[in-house]
């Protein structure tokens, strides 16, 4: 801890009998109490379920990006700014621009066999500089976590798919320097 200087001071005095002399004066403000909401990993029933009932509302319009938040960590918001010719299937990446991504920081995402069978299925339609979200997105991607059920006690939270990825990411490959990367973190969480 840092102390001030007395003799800077010209009201030593007060200062000193208030105690502010002693010790940094900011020791002296109580912290806030931070209450983090922990952010559950969704079980691999309820992301089957939120896969199916993406594929089965709207023509199944919703499934890509659903699948791209949940088996590549890419954020809600992220995934409205995607089109289709971020996506590159032959080299198996997705690539998030600078104006994507919420750190603005580019990232490169790898596309796992299981996103790749879903986005090689629902590519092939329409031209490159389509959006991966259809039209009427938040509408339809809230009528798919309701339909869904999941979550319906504590209720839908915002990160869920991305927590959800991070989570069974690091068991499966057990590698924090890979899981960080893939989700565009620049600090250790170590």
């Not at 806030?32 to 909401?37: A, G, M, N, V």
């Not at 915002?158 to 590698?175: E, I, K």
């Amino acid at each position: 801890r840092s102390t001030l200087s007395v003799t800077l001071c010209p009201y030593t005095t007060l200062f000193r009998s208030r105690g502010w002399c002693r010790r940094n004066a900011a020791f002296l403000v109580p912290p806030p109490i931070l209450r983090e909401k922990r952010i559950r990993a969704l079980s691999l029933y309820e992301a089957k379920r939120l896969l199916h009932t993406a594929e089965q509302l709207f023509r199944g319009e919703c499934l890509p990006a659903c699948a791209l938040m949940l088996y590549a960590g890419i954020r809600p918001n992220e995934v409205k700014r995607l089109t289709w010719k971020h996506i590159n299937l032959k080299s198996g990446l997705v690539s998030l621009a600078p104006t994507h991504t919420k750190t603005g920081g580019s990232r490169h995402v790898s596309i796992l066999p299981v996103l790749g069978s879903i986005l090689s299925r629902m590519s092939s339609a329409g031209s490159p500089a389509r959006s991966v979200c259809p039209p009427n997105w938040e509408k339809k991607w809230k009528e798919v976590r309701r339909r869904s059920g999941i979550l319906k006690k504590s209720g839908w939270v915002q990160d869920v798919l991305r927590h959800t990825y991070a989570s069974y990411h690091l068991a499966h490959f057990c590698n924090q320097n890979l899981l960080q990367k893939e989700m565009g973190d620049r600090k250790s969480t170590r």
